[in-house]
């Protein structure tokens, strides 16, 4: 009697404490399914970001490879969001470049160039380290969803 109801008792117990595993587990795969998915989401989203540097970073060079090419520009110079009066470029082989965090210094248009050259080549292999890092979690993205379907 005794015996029976007691081997019941513990049987009950460890069907629960099986499901209470398989139900940690599969919480557990949810929450890693959502850690990729984040990660991945974020890392995607710093590619968009060096993809757009880069093209400014195209642009620019273009813009200033060519203000040597005369003595004066005339533009238009913004004066606020909306509104410019017409202005003119002077010393156009002299341009002030940023260096990173308050540094600014004057350079010639052909060093900053070089700055720019410089700068674009980091760029490329920021967006190819970017690539991998979201192939990688491609990849095992890929395998938790295979280990979940087992």
Do not use: C, W
């Not at 491609?138 to 938790?144: A, C, N, R």
Request: net charge positive; no cysteine.
């Amino acid at each position: 009697g005794i015996n029976a109801e007691y081997g019941v008792i513990i049987n009950l117990r460890k069907k629960q404490k099986t499901k209470n595993k398989k139900k940690m587990a599969n919480e557990h795969k949810y929450s890693l399914k959502e850690f990729f998915y984040e990660e991945f989401k974020t890392k995607k989203k710093r590619l968009i970001e060096l993809q757009k540097k880069k093209i400014e970073l195209n642009s620019l060079s273009q813009a200033i490879s060519k203000l040597p090419l005369k003595t004066k520009h005339s533009i238009m110079v913004p004066f606020s969001k909306v509104a410019f009066f017409p202005g003119k470029i002077i010393h156009s082989n002299e341009v002030i470049v940023h260096l990173g965090q308050d540094y600014y210094v004057e350079r010639s248009v052909t060093q900053a160039l070089q700055i720019l050259s410089r700068s674009q080549q980091n760029l490329e292999k920021n967006l190819i380290e970017q690539a991998n890092e979201i192939d990688k979690l491609t990849s095992t993205f890929g395998q938790t969803i295979e280990s979940e379907n087992v």
